[in-house]
């Protein structure tokens, strides 16, 4: 029995060094060489400030901004710790809502944000949560649903904001690959850029 | 649609063009040609006091994995139970509680990699990395071994040994899972995702609130998750995270990555036992099962939910869970892949797919992670079937079986048969004490059918070492870490150590010239036989829980029931 007890221990050493030690190491160390960009989380910013990362979502409550989709994620209670209360897009804690198809509470809240947006047929990522709380995109039926919107509150022409939109369109690379989509916070950006 | 075909088949292509050449190649790792890496692995193995390794017999094989995979776990265990002493720590986070941390030993131990918890809010730096990281890789190995060594009894000439374990350990690690890791991990850095020792920064947002983004050395970890078909994510919520997936290309190539060793571990098998149509008859047998199930979900989704009509556009489908950059298409095809081979990370929620979407990903698992399955594992797996076939179309002619030459005895088809008591044990039995202790009623999400879906799914992802979850489930709780660490273990080695006692069982047989009278075990006919049997097996066993769970839900949906 003891003849197995060295190569396990040996080896679980040996390779907790090499795959667990210097493997992320050393792919850390190319990658803030090479793309220190990506590496540390593609972060934006603005007047020299962070004001948030490219690739997570933000949350937008504003009447003159685009707003993203719903999302699920949480925080600790501030007066209670235990709990947890709303916390949209939270990117120190994922989540999506995990509501199953049946659920009634998942029927009620998408008929709660259709009807916020004036009723009918909604685009369908507008109204659902999305997967990791932190979609930083919209499709672009969506964005275009919010013009009328964002144009009013900001005083601007419509069709002046539905072209920063089709500029805002990130179309399936090599035209096939993934869906269609609008970066919110490049297009909120953008319309800041605008007004000015 | 049409898009979507031709996504499926820039998928389909690059996968089988990489699959192929790395199958053939991994051969040559498991024969012991390839040796450009020879100085660092006899440097290993001398260090480990097998510096002249002897061909081992089945037992031996045996007692070599499971001292290793017990030595992981201890080690495992130690480390998240004292992460809040030990180094790279820049969150601050706490020790896991003991049932945590043995249900997260086990569970990277065993290839599993389900979480009950989420990474970014639980584990440090070193728990990522030194812990689960290492894991990720030699469970991987683990597994492939025992393909290797099965491989090589079921080709054997009454030698009666397999190979020695803790060289296809070494020799699968170096040469296979680390090349492959480090090119696919700076790949992705460069796609996007973050690698850095740093917990989190914040940034202020557009509208004033602050911001505290998580990341860290997310790209090395996610590599290997994927290659591995370990599947455990570094955010709570894996591929679906922006930082683990931020675009089309990083999903198309994570997505190839789940099923890349699985699928070339067919054409290894075929080259190992010297007939390369052996292994073509185990593709095409995962094949058709993989593209029926992929079809039934990606149906499933895109027909969205009858619930929500009049409230949500139909034409993007169910995007509950989903993210945008992916939409149907990709978050289908990850959850038929993920499902199918074992890996268990996603790239969207499974608790919000439709019933009917859901309850295929399920049954890819409960079929016993044959559809490809986890590395070396999931072509062990079907072998079992395999052998299960050959009995069934012996007793059909009345011959006695034989597969490569080898005559199948009682011996074999009770230790195959065996095997079929694993699922029903982890997921019925264990499923079922849950409901009767009220385990499972204050865990579940969902009321309704949807609640049953949720604690199967559990069980199910658990015993087939899948990892993915219907994660509305509360899982941490001291019985569910204990009954699904005791799944975990059943679903991993109540199938390596009778598939490998199979394996030493034919390797001391004398193989037979292949006659007129000999059943072929390629060819359509033995695949077609092949699916009926898995497929009887998996209906049998699961038809009436999943008739109770999403078939339940589905109709109640139909007749606009929600809960």
């Known amino acids: 029995m003891t003849s197995y007890f060295r190569p396990a221990l040996v080896l679980l050493g040996a390779f907790s060094l090499l795959t667990g030690a210097a493997y992320p190491l050393a792919v850390t160390g190319v990658a803030q060489a090479v793309l220190p960009f990506q590496a540390n989380g593609s972060p934006v910013l603005k007047d020299g400030a962070v004001i948030g990362a490219a690739l997570i979502g933000q949350s937008f409550a504003a009447e003159t901004y685009f707003h993203g989709r719903p999302s699920a994620t949480a925080a600790a209670d501030p007066q209670d710790p235990a709990k947890t209360v709303e916390s949209p897009y939270n990117a120190a804690n994922s989540t999506g809502s995990n509501l199953g198809p049946s659920s009634a509470a998942l029927k009620q809240a998408i008929t709660e944000r259709v009807a916020a947006l004036g009723g009918g047929a909604q685009p369908a990522d507008?109204?659902?949560a999305s997967g990791s709380g932190l979609d930083p995109h919209i499709s672009p039926q969506a964005a275009l649903v919010q013009i009328g919107r964002v144009a009013a509150a900001r005083?601007?022409?419509?069709?002046?904001?539905?072209?920063?939109?089709?500029?805002?369109v990130e179309p399936p690379l090599l035209g096939v690959l993934g869906e269609p989509r609008v970066n919110v916070l490049a297009l909120n950006l953008a319309l800041d850029r605008l007004a000015r | 649609m049409t898009l979507d075909l031709i996504q499926f088949l820039i998928f389909a292509t690059l996968l089988l063009a990489l699959a192929w050449p790395l199958g053939h190649y991994m051969a040559r790792v498991f024969t012991g040609e390839a040796q450009f890496l020879a100085p660092v692995e006899n440097a290993l193995l001398r260090l480990a006091g097998e510096g002249r390794p002897q061909p081992q017999r089945w037992q031996a094989y045996a007692l070599s994995l499971l001292a290793f995979n017990?030595?992981?776990?201890?080690?495992?265990?130690?480390?998240?139970?004292?992460?809040?002493?030990?180094?790279?720590n820049p969150q601050g986070f706490d020790a896991l509680s003991a049932h945590l941390a043995f249900n997260a030993a086990i569970s990277f131990v065993t290839n599993t990699n389900w979480q009950s918890y989420g990474g970014e809010t639980t584990l440090s730096n070193l728990s990522q990395m030194l812990g689960l990281t290492t894991q990720n890789f030699v469970s991987a190995a683990s597994g492939a071994a025992v393909a290797a060594a099965v491989a090589r009894g079921f080709a054997a000439k009454q030698t009666r040994v397999l190979g020695n374990f803790w060289v296809d350990l070494t020799r699968t690690t170096l040469y296979i899972l680390l090349p492959a890791s480090l090119v696919l991990a700076l790949v992705l850095v460069a796609l996007g995702l973050p690698q850095t020792l740093a917990g989190s920064f914040d940034a202020t947002t557009l509208e004033g609130a602050q911001q505290s983004i998580a990341l860290g050395p997310v790209a090395s970890q996610v590599a290997i998750k994927q290659l591995g078909t370990n599947g455990g994510g570094f955010f709570n919520v894996n591929s679906a995270h922006p930082f683990e997936n931020p675009n089309a290309l990083s999903n198309l190539l994570t997505t190839i990555s789940i099923l890349l060793i699985p699928v070339a571990f067919c054409f290894t098998y075929g080259r190992l036992v010297g007939d390369r149509r052996q292994g073509g008859a185990?593709?095409?047998?995962?094949?058709v099962l993989f593209l029926v199930g992929f079809g039934a979900i990606y149906g499933a989704e895109r027909l969205g939910n009858p619930l929500h009509a009049?409230?949500?556009?139909?034409?993007?489908?169910?995007?509950?869970?989903?993210?945008?950059?992916?939409?149907?298409?990709?978050?289908t095809l990850w959850a038929a892949a993920t499902t199918a081979a074992s890996n268990g990370s996603v790239n969207a929620m499974l608790d919000s797919f439709t019933p009917l979407g859901g309850l295929v990903a399920m049954l890819n698992i409960q079929l016993g992670e044959v559809v490809f399955g986890g590395v070396g594992v999931g072509l062990t797996g079907m072998l079992l079937f395999v052998i299960l076939t050959v009995f069934l179309a012996g007793l059909m002619v009345g011959r006695t079986p034989e597969y490569l030459g080898k005559k199948i005895e009682a011996k074999e088809i009770k230790l195959a048969a065996l095997t079929l008591l694993v699922m029903p044990l982890g997921i019925l039995v264990l499923a079922s004490l849950a409901i009767a202790t009220g385990n499972a009623q204050s865990s579940v999400q969902d009321a309704g059918p949807h609640g049953l879906s949720e604690l199967l799914y559990a069980y199910t992802s658990a015993t087939g070492n899948n990892g993915s979850a219907f994660a509305g489930f509360t899982a941490n709780t001291p019985w569910h870490n204990a009954c699904l660490g005791i799944a975990m273990l059943l679903g991993r080695f109540g199938y390596i150590i009778p598939i490998l006692a199979i394996a030493g069982s034919l390797s001391a047989k004398r193989p037979a010239a292949e006659t007129a009278g000999t059943f072929p075990t390629h060819g359509p006919l033995f695949v077609t036989l092949l699916l009926a049997t898995i497929l009887i097996v998996g209906a049998l066993t699961f038809l009436p829980v999943l008739a109770l769970g999403p078939i339940a839900e589905h109709v109640s949906i139909l007749a606009g029931q929600s809960f």
């Open chain 2, 310 to 331: 009049g409230l949500i556009d139909p034409t993007a489908g169910n995007m509950e869970g989903k993210e945008v950059r992916f939409g149907i298409f990709a978050s």
């Open chain 1, 155 to 168: 005083g601007l022409a419509e069709e002046r904001v539905r072209q920063l939109v089709q500029a805002q």
């Open chain 2, 282 to 287: 185990l593709f095409a047998a995962m094949a």
């Open chain 2, 70 to 88: 017990a030595a992981g776990f201890a080690l495992l265990f130690l480390m998240l139970r004292f992460q809040n002493v030990l180094p790279l």
């Open chain 1, 126 to 128: 507008l109204v659902t």
